[in-house]
């Protein structure tokens, strides 16, 4: 078992910075993949971005690609979503998830519980 627990959301004015953290304790942390998703108000959850357990790639959905940034520490457990520029429309409650990567698509096995994120304009 692997549990995660964001923390970093709130509210923050578009163009500015937010930067969010995963914990994860329990199995280890590096050998996962780790990913952000999201899920806005009565929309599905989707991807945001991923980073492999060496932390060597990263893909990112075309939506927040050149604004958003993963990274990852496996010393401290922990893997961060570093949010530049942030629209209204990235407005979502945020979730980190451990996993791996299959054919090129992320296949999560861990989910945190999230935490809200709010872009005004």
């Known amino acids: 078992q692997v549990q995660l627990v964001e923390s970093g959301g709130g509210l923050v004015q578009a163009g500015g910075s937010l930067r969010l953290s995963c914990a994860a304790s329990g199995r280890t942390f590096s050998y996962y993949a780790m990913g952000w998703f999201r899920q806005a108000p009565g929309k599905e959850r989707e991807f945001v971005a991923i980073?492999?357990?060496?932390?060597?790639?990263?893909y990112y959905a075309d939506s927040v690609k050149g604004r958003f940034t993963i990274s990852r520490d496996n010393a401290k457990n922990t893997v961060y979503l570093q949010m530049n520029s942030p629209k209204p429309e990235d407005t979502a409650v945020y979730y980190c998830a451990a996993g791996r990567i299959v054919n090129m698509s992320p296949s999560m096995d861990y989910w945190g519980q999230g935490t809200q994120v709010t872009v005004s304009s």
């Open positions: 980073i492999t357990w060496t932390g060597g790639s990263t």
